[in-house]
Structure formats: C-alpha cells, structure tokens
C-alpha cells in the first residue's frame, strides 16, 4: 500500500500510528518531502471525484492510501481491510 501524507498533519501521524502499531507494510509519501513527492500525489489528487470535497473546501486530500489492488481511499481504516 501506498500511503501519501505529510509529517506536517496530524490526521497523518494518527493514521500512521494506526498502521504501525498494526504492522500493515506501506509506502510512505511525504508530499512535503519533495517537489516530486508533490506532484505524484497531486496527479491523483486532480483528477479523481473521491478528492472533490477536499478541492472545494481548500483542503489537502491527506492522508490517501492507495491499496495493492488500485483501491484509493482517505480512510485509514478502509486502507487496512
């Protein structure tokens, strides 16, 4: 799984503390580690209707968990089932 966030959110660490004391494997993304980091999540941030709210309301989208078999979700708990 590949998880995008950013050290810099909460909503992220919780989430990450989740997934580790779980001991689900991911990837993580730092979107604010890097320029390329950024535009990877961004990419799919665009153009998928699962991030509309997060666009209107000038919100990050952070975190996604996109799971092994293409799933994409916000929700760290959807991301471990």
């Known amino acids: 799984m590949k998880f995008y966030g950013s050290h810099l959110c909460p909503d992220c660490e919780a ?3 989740v997934l580790d ?3 689900i494997p ?16 961004l990419k799919l941030r665009d153009r998928l209707p699962l ?3 997060a666009r209107a309301e000038g919100f990050v989208g952070i ?7 293409g799933t994409i979700t916000r929700d760290v708990e959807e991301a471990m089932g």
Do not use: C, H, W
């Open 26 to 41: 991911y990837e993580y993304v730092d979107i604010t580690g890097s320029m390329a980091n950024l535009k990877e999540f």
């Open 15 to 17: 989430a990450q503390a």
């Open 51 to 53: 991030y509309e709210d």
């Open 21 to 23: 004391r779980e001991k």
């Open 63 to 69: 975190p996604s968990f996109v799971k092994d078999d």
